[in-house]
């Protein structure tokens, strides 16, 4: 079965860091390509990040680029997100996400984080 | 405000059909098959019902179709049951590596 825990999430304040760790189990992570998505408190889902199988390619949103990394370690079968510069709008539900073909299949239960002063 | 367009909410008796509309443009939707539709319940993590369009996963209703025209994709939802009343979410592959969601749709059982 496919499990995907996401852990690091808490409360930061503005201009913060925080790194978030995705702890996969169940499948070969070291052939699936993995994203970030994020949830605002009542809002949509939105697409943050996606990694490639080696970790040797990443592609960002607009609204993280510069100061979210997202990283992995396939010895260890752990996705991250290193996220620098924290804004209040980055406060949301962060979820780990593992790609079949170009589509987010397996989701995890997600790690909240609060950005506020 | 969300890349692809989706009606805030829809709504249908038991037993009823409900479509749910995800308009892109060519550059997401319209360009690639690779659209799919998610359910979430409150406070719990998006479970994906369809992709590759309309395909579904294994141990999904077939009460779940989908379809795609043009820059348009649609959820049907066919013989509605209260567990259906959730929220659902389109999502494309937007090329560059890069992917969309819609804002979402809730879907109420009346």
């Known amino acids: 079965e496919v499990q995907l825990v996401e852990s690091g999430g808490g409360l930061v304040q503005p201009g913060g860091s925080l790194r978030l760790s995705c702890e996969a189990t169940?499948?070969?992570?070291?052939?699936?390509?993995m994203h970030w998505v994020r949830q605002a408190p009542g809002k949509g889902l939105v697409w943050v990040s996606r990694?490639?199988?080696?970790?040797?390619?990443?592609t960002y949103a607009d609204s993280v680029k510069g100061r979210f990394t997202i990283s992995r370690d396939n010895a260890e079968d752990t996705l991250y997100l290193q996220m620098n510069s924290l804004r209040v709008d980055d406060t949301a539900v962060y979820y780990c996400?593992?790609?079949?073909?170009?589509?987010?299949?397996?989701w995890g239960q997600g790690t909240l984080v609060t950005v506020s002063p | 405000q969300s890349v692809l367009t989706q009606p805030r909410s829809v709504s249908g008796s038991p037993g009823q059909s409900v479509t749910i509309s995800c308009t892109g443009r060519s550059s997401d939707v319209g360009g690639y098959n690779y659209v799919s539709w998610l359910q979430q319940y409150p406070g719990k993590a998006p479970k994906l019902m369809l992709f590759?369009?309309?395909k579904r996963p294994s141990g999904v209703p077939d009460r779940f179709s989908g379809s795609k025209y043009g820059n348009t994709a649609s959820l049907t939802i066919s013989g509605l049951q209260a567990e259906d009343e959730a929220d659902y979410y389109c999502?494309?592959?937007?090329?560059?590596?890069?992917?969309?969601f819609g804002g979402g749709t809730k879907v109420t059982v009346l």
């Open positions: 590759d369009v309309g």
């Open positions: 999502c494309s592959y937007a090329g560059s590596y890069t992917w969309v």
């Open positions: 169940g499948f070969d992570f070291n052939i699936y390509w």
């Open positions: 996400v593992r790609d079949t073909k170009y589509q987010l299949q397996s």
């Open positions: 990694i490639n199988s080696a970790g040797s390619n990443t």
